[in-house]
């Protein structure tokens, strides 16, 4: 399954690091948290990525071309400009980068994606946050129930969207950022049906807006519940966690660790 990530937003709240390199190259570890998020998914074999760029495009550009250089050591063959990469572990990935705009809404993003993920059914997620999720049981669920979209529904503090879920699992609202609440809230991990891109007009549109909201109001959302780790990378304390984590040796998004 292709795998589309947003990756275009200019992460304010993280300005320490977004002010020189947009938020999904913030490292965690060394490596960045763009990368922790791709291996995330190759564990479960969908290593085909479409990366949805904007804000300082050219950073994530420069980083997949020069891959191997910044993963490896390599020899540079001086006399005929030739390099030769010494990777202890070639990387068989896809990855195919697409600037989305500079000033697109997730939305909007997502919907210039079409002709990359054309009729088939897609993963999507927000390219600042890490789970140990299952995704082969994700993938799973969403062709159980037949509908439109599958959300992942987690756990942590409050300030995200606000999940209402049934006893089925079915998305009976979708509520951005509440400000009061607590329960499911949105934790990206998303499986898509193509069908679902005609109900964003434009690059205007907040995913989590009309798009989101609408399939939920129909019955056509549902909610994957993960229990497990998730956390996103929003602020300098968020940062900090994910570090703290990683130096642990314990990462729980870390499947080697």
Not at 38 to 54: K, S, W
Request: hydrophobic fraction near 40%; charge should be negative.
């Amino acid at each position: 399954m292709k795998v589309v990530i947003l990756a275009g937003g200019s992460g304010t709240r993280l300005a320490e690091f977004t002010d020189v390199i947009p938020k999904p190259m913030v490292p965690v570890g060394g490596q960045p948290i763009l990368l922790h998020l791709m291996n995330i998914f190759a564990r479960y074999g969908h290593v085909d990525f479409h990366i949805a760029l904007g804000y300082k495009a050219q950073v994530i550009k420069e980083y997949f071309l020069n891959y191997y250089a910044l993963n490896s050591d390599f020899t540079v063959n001086l006399a005929d400009g030739s390099i030769t990469n010494h990777a202890s572990k070639p990387v068989d990935w896809r990855v195919t980068l697409v600037d989305t705009g500079l000033n697109s809404m997730t939305g909007g993003r997502v919907k210039r994606m079409r002709s990359y993920v054309g009729s088939e059914t897609f993963l999507l997620t927000y390219g600042d946050g890490l789970a140990n999720i299952d995704v082969d049981a994700l993938i799973r669920f969403h062709k159980s129930h037949g509908k439109m979209a599958t959300v992942t529904a987690v756990h942590p503090g409050a300030r995200f969207g606000e999940l209402a879920l049934d006893k089925n699992n079915s998305v009976r609202s979708f509520k951005e950022k509440p400000q009061m609440g607590s329960g499911w809230i949105n934790g990206g991990f998303f499986v898509i049906e193509p069908t679902f891109l005609d109900l964003i007009p434009d690059d205007e549109t907040i995913l989590e807006k009309q798009p989101l909201e609408h399939v939920a109001s129909i019955g056509e959302l549902m909610a994957y519940q993960h229990d497990g780790f998730w956390q996103c990378m929003d602020t300098i304390r968020d940062h900090n966690v994910l570090e703290e984590l990683w130096a642990s040796g314990k990462a729980p998004w870390n499947y080697e660790s």
